[in-house]
């Protein structure tokens, strides 16, 4: 089974800041992979996504790299601001069979003022 | 814009009872889900449903779980017999059936306290 953190990793940025938060995959066949945003008592919502043919897209503000040699994704999150605290988690899946989501463990992103 | 909606928002409840999650997803969605997390913890899927059937389960997801899509709009959960490790937030979740498109619409979660 996956192993699950009591504690989630935290980022601390100062406002205006770049941010960036990396996130290991788990199944190589995975060829989709999501950026969620979970602010406190909300559901995640989406972010950004990447098809395993890329290595990056840009969306507003942010950008996901992925390297799929090491299993690694990451977010960066430009000019980071006070609204971007949240718990950010990626999520990988495949683009068959019942698209289920297997969640990487979550960073919290705090923006200092 | 269209959101999946779940209710209640907070359910709290003593061991050994039944509980039953709702959830009303994307009107012309196909693909449903239910999600846990864990205080703290990630994310953990549950069960996928599609076509009227289970199509996934995890490991979670044993004979105390079940789901339903009653009537074509809602899609519940229920617990039969709940236990004290059952207690967190439960997530309800749907995709469309775009080409190409994967992404999974969440709901604003059900808290469940199991006492």
């Known amino acids: 089974g996956e192993s699950v953190g009591l504690h989630l990793p935290t980022l601390s940025v100062q406002e205006g800041d770049n941010s960036i938060i990396n996130c290991a995959y788990s199944?190589?066949?995975?060829?989709?992979f999501i950026w969620y945003k979970q602010e406190s008592g909300k559901g995640p919502q989406f972010i950004i996504d990447i098809r395993s043919n890329m290595d990056k897209r840009q969306g507003q503000r942010v950008t996901v790299l992925l390297n799929k040699t090491v299993k690694h994704l990451s977010l960066q999150i430009a000019a980071t601001q006070p609204g971007d605290s949240a718990v950010y988690f990626c999520a990988e899946t495949l683009s068959s069979g019942t698209y289920k989501y297997i969640f990487g463990t979550g960073t919290r992103l705090k923006v200092l003022a | 814009e269209p959101e999946v909606t779940q209710t209640p928002s907070h359910q709290v409840t003593q061991m050994g009872q039944e509980v039953i999650l709702r959830c009303v997803p994307i009107?012309?969605?196909?693909?449903f889900y239910w999600y846990r997390q864990i205080l703290g913890q990630k994310v953990e899927f549950l069960v996928s449903f599609y076509n009227n059937e289970i199509s996934e389960k995890s490991e979670i997801f044993d004979d105390q779980f079940s789901v339903e899509r009653p009537d074509g709009s809602n899609f519940t959960l229920k617990i039969r017999s709940t236990k004290l490790e059952d207690s967190a937030m439960y997530f309800c979740a749907s995709k469309g059936l775009r080409l190409h498109s994967y992404e999974q619409y969440f709901g604003p979660g059900t808290r469940l306290t199991v006492t």
């Open positions: 199944n190589s066949a995975s060829d989709y």
């Open positions: 009107s012309n969605h196909l693909y």
